[in-house]
T-cell receptor
């Protein structure tokens, strides 16, 4: 049963600390998305990659957020320095190549910045 | 500005009481409209894709429809296990950018 995996599932940190979240997309999927979900804003697209290349990161605060795909099996989202307003659930999703629009979401990383 | 609005924010139904959820959108060019289901503590789970006005998709007690301005998710004779948050999203033409609404929290009472 192919699934998107994310680590860690929960993270509590103090303001100013660096946070790294990891995602393993479904094997063979070539498009990876990072989303942030809060009660107020809902699900917001932060960035997405196709064939490991960043296509759009306009949803990310550029001064503190960065997203990379070191290889086809790993996507990372880094926040440095973290702030309390970054507290949210961060989801990774992946999609197969071709004309399909079906995204498969991971279980999310719940981040709390104190 | 591209936007997706879902209503109502929350809905409580008795088991067997049919209803509809609404998703209205304004986008510069619609590539597709999608419905997802999200259970507490989990990631969204794909339900339907609709690409053109007049299109309909069905799955068990759920039926999704699309017009040029909105989509409806009809729930027929719901059961308690249908309780979840239902999210609507659109993809704009020429991009892989997906814009999600804030969802409708559905509670079905036994």
């Amino acid at each position: 049963d192919a699934r998107v995996t994310q680590t860690p599932r929960h993270k509590v940190t103090e303001m100013g600390q660096e946070v790294t979240m990891r995602c393993q997309p479904i094997l063979g999927h070539n498009t990876v998305f990072w989303y942030r979900q809060t009660m107020m804003q809902g699900l917001e697209l932060l960035a997405y990659f196709r064939n490991r290349a960043p296509l759009d990161d306009s949803g990310m605060p550029k001064d503190r957020f960065s997203a990379e795909m070191p290889d086809a099996t790993l996507a990372t989202l880094k926040i440095q320095p973290s702030e309390p307003r970054d507290s949210a659930v961060y989801f990774c999703a992946s999609k197969a190549s071709g004309d399909t629009d079906t995204q498969y979401f991971g279980p999310g990383t719940r981040l709390t910045v104190l | 500005e591209d936007q997706v609005t879902q209503s109502p924010e929350a809905l409580r139904l008795q088991e067997g009481e049919s209803s509809s959820l609404n998703c209205s959108y304004t986008v510069s060019g619609l590539r597709g409209l999608f419905w997802y289901r999200q259970d507490p503590g989990k990631g969204p789970e794909f339900l339907f894709t609709l690409y053109s006005a007049g299109e309909e998709k069905e799955k068990e007690r759920l039926k999704a429809t699309l017009t040029k301005k909105e989509s409806f998710l009809h729930i027929t004779a719901p059961k308690p296990e249908d309780s979840a948050t239902y999210l609507c999203a659109v993809r704009t033409s020429g991009t892989y950018k997906y814009i999600f609404g804030t969802g409708t929290r559905l509670k079905v009472l036994a």
